[in-house]
Nanobody, 125 residues
Framework: QVHLVESGGGAVQAGGSLRLSCAGT????????MAWFRQVPGKEREGVAL???????QYAGPVKGRFTIFQDSDKNTLYLQMNTLTPEDTAIYYC???????????????????WGQGTQVTVSS
């Protein structure tokens, strides 16, 4: 059974940095896409960044140039390096993955099969 477990969240001041990790266990196949999402209470979950199995990445507009997604395939671990954080980045961050390559890169939540439980990121001004 696939399990994704996020870590690395916490509280930081505006302008600071955090690195999130997502450890995947319970599978031996390669995920075609892995991604980070975030959600604020009362709002829809939004895609932040994705990476495909060849390392190609895609970012949502608000995080471009500040966040970097990367993975260590040997360790089944996904990362999100977040720099120059702002209070607007405050959210619960989730990692997600899907085995199916299908229609290509997609930052919509419905495109993903497996989800972690989330980690809280709080950025104070």
């Amino acid at each position: 059974q696939v399990h994704l477990v996020e870590s690395g969240g916490g509280a930081v001041q505006a302008g600071g940095s955090l690195r999130l990790s997502c450890a995947g266990t319970g599978y031996s196949f390669r995920m075609c896409y892995m991604a980070w999402f975030r959600q604020v209470p009362g709002k829809e979950r939004e895609g932040v960044a994705l990476v495909d199995s060849s390392g190609v990445t895609q970012y949502a507009g608000p995080v471009k140039g500040r966040f970097t997604i990367f993975q260590d395939s040997d360790k089944n671990t996904l990362y999100l390096q977040m720099n120059t954080l702002t209070p607007e980045d405050t959210a619960i961050y989730y990692c997600a993955s899907r085995q199916w390559c299908g229609a290509g890169p997609d930052l919509g939540p419905s495109a993903y099969t497996y989800w972690g439980q989330g980690t809280q990121v709080t950025v104070s001004s």
